[in-house]
């Protein structure tokens, strides 16, 4: 059992289309982040969130940390191929160690 | 380039070879981690770093693996008499101590085992 669930794990979409990509967990955490990870690459850090409720917003990418800290959901509006990758949330539940889940699988068509 | 750097990028090894991968983080980062992705999944964290301090290693991680970082700047991973199960990418990376905790992670290494 993973302590933090992505869904779904993979997603394929046309070019212009909006998609939301769900984490969540039973455990609350201090901060959570969400990657990016292309094909035999180390994932690239996208965001930060720390407090419970925020929103933060990156281009087109939005990203929210629920209100209990246990969950966080990005929302990418008009997808385009380049946004292609696997998504990858990790929590940290104290300020040590991140758990990440399995992540998602996006797939975005031209 | 100031980013984490790994090495090598990519190892082929028989069954039973020793293999030895190194990690050199963003300078200023006082905390390093390790972590192994197989296919498909989100990766799993395996040890982790304060300085020079091996402050919490995982479960998964049989007396096989040993880790060092012996100056509190580059770390190594070391794996020995390998098993087909420890073919993986071997992520590294590395963070400032306090904060949010925001990791920056390398390009990794891609073990596969014969």
């Known amino acids: 059992t993973q302590l933090l669930e992505q869904s779904p794990q993979f997603l394929s979409i046309q070019e212009g289309e909006n998609l939301t990509v769900y984490c969540n967990s039973s455990s609350v955490f201090s901060s959570l982040q969400w990657y990016r990870q292309e094909p035999g690459e180390g994932p690239v850090l996208l965001v930060t969130v720390v407090t419970g409720g925020e929103v933060k917003k990156l281009k087109r990418l939005t990203f929210q940390f629920g209100d209990a800290r246990k969950d966080s959901s990005l929302h990418i509006t008009a997808a385009q191929p380049g946004d292609t990758g696997l998504y990858l949330c990790a929590g940290r539940p104290g300020f040590n160690k991140f758990y990440f889940g399995s992540g998602t699988k996006l797939n975005v068509k031209p | 380039d100031t980013g984490v750097s790994q090495d090598p990028r990519h190892k082929i090894t028989k069954r039973g070879q020793n293999v030895t991968f190194r990690c050199d983080p963003i300078?200023?980062?006082?905390?390093l981690y390790w972590y192994r992705q197989t296919l498909g999944q989100g990766p799993e964290f395996l040890t982790y770093?304060?300085?020079?301090?091996?402050?919490?290693k995982s479960r998964l991680l049989s007396d096989r693996f040993s880790a060092e970082r012996p100056k509190g700047s580059f770390s190594t991973l070391e794996i020995q008499r390998t098993e087909q199960g420890d073919s993986a990418m071997y992520l590294c990376?590395?963070?400032?101590?306090?904060?949010?905790?925001?990791?920056?992670f390398g390009p990794g290494t891609r073990l596969t085992v014969t």
């Open positions: 990376a590395s963070s400032l101590d306090g904060g949010a905790g925001e990791q920056y």
């Open positions: 300078s200023e980062h006082n905390r």
């Open positions: 770093f304060q300085n020079e301090a091996q402050l919490e």
